[in-house]
């Protein structure tokens, strides 16, 4: 009797795995990926007034072998100018739910400094966005760049901490 039971829950455990397994449920990604659109938002500290027109600080993204300029979306004083997240599918319209993009992009930041690229590899969920932004608001353009990702198209200045004195 007991050697039944035993070998009852067995079948019956195996059945639910095999089930969970035929049918996708129980994915760790909670099921099927979004399809959408990536975008990027220049929240670095725009160019210092005090440089005049005599330095052009960039940060730049390259996408399916286009490299874009993105424009500032704040101020050196960290107010909003008004440009908001770049579309970067616009060729290419929605990318399949799961896309793994592999975003090469560069910045230089002050007179001075060494121009650097990096890579981020972003996976497609629904609308995407890439908010690159200054580890040390307050130093100037000596920070250095950090980026994150965000669901939607996320459209917010960079949350800019006090200035110690």
Known sequence: MIKNIIRVSIWI?????????????????GGEL??????VINNLRGPDPSWGGGFHPYLWVMFEEVKTEVP???DYDGNP?????IELTRGSGQLPGGTRVR???GFMLSPGSVATEREL???????TTVEFYMKDWWSGGVSDVGAR???????????IPPKEH
């Open 13 to 29: 455990i195996v059945a639910f795995f095999t089930v969970q397994l035929l049918t996708g449920c129980g994915s760790p990604t």
């Open 34 to 39: 979004e399809d959408g659109r990536l975008f």
């Open 72 to 74: 500032w979306n704040m």
């Open 81 to 85: 100018t008004g440009v908001g997240p």
């Open 103 to 105: 975003l090469k992009y």
């Open 121 to 127: 590899n972003v996976t497609i969920d629904g609308n």
């Open 149 to 159: 990702i965000h669901k939607g198209r996320w459209d917010y200045p960079a949350q």
